[in-house]
């Protein structure tokens, strides 16, 4: 059984950073595409970044595009998300995500990720 756990959120001011981690369990020894989506209140739920299997390849939301780093290290089972110049519309839910069913491309719907954290929230104050 796959487990995904979130740890690294917090409070925050506005232009803070933080570091999100997220430790992947129960399969290990193969990489997978991974991903970090938010959920604030009352919103659905949108990406923010994906990092490839091989960690090669990088992709970002416009939201968080050059505010945001995506890295992977597979020898703890661990990615993690760099956020840099924090505003108040980054609150939200912050999710890890990994697919196990698609390779060679990173991708952005929720939909081809299939195993999913319970998230660690993020504030960041005005």
């Known amino acids: 059984q796959v487990q995904l756990k979130e740890s690294g959120g917090g409070l925050v001011p506005t232009g803070g950073s933080l570091r999100l981690s997220c430790v992947v369990s129960?399969?290990?020894?193969?990489?997978?595409?991974m991903a970090w989506f938010r959920q604030a209140p009352g919103k659905e739920r949108e990406f923010v970044a994906a990092v490839s299997r091989t960690g090669v390849t990088a992709d970002y939301s416009d939201a968080m595009e050059g505010r945001v780093t995506i890295s992977r290290d597979d020898t703890k089972n661990t990615i993690y998300l760099h956020m840099i110049n924090l505003k108040p519309e980054d609150t939200a839910v912050y999710y890890c995500?990994?697919?196990?069913?698609?390779?060679?491309?990173?991708?952005?719907?929720?939909?081809?990720?299939?195993?999913w954290g319970k998230g660690t929230q993020v504030t960041v104050s005005s």
């Open positions: 129960g399969r290990t020894g193969y990489s997978y595409l």
């Open positions: 995500a990994l697919s196990d069913s698609v390779f060679g491309r990173v991708a952005r719907s929720a939909d081809e990720y299939n195993y």
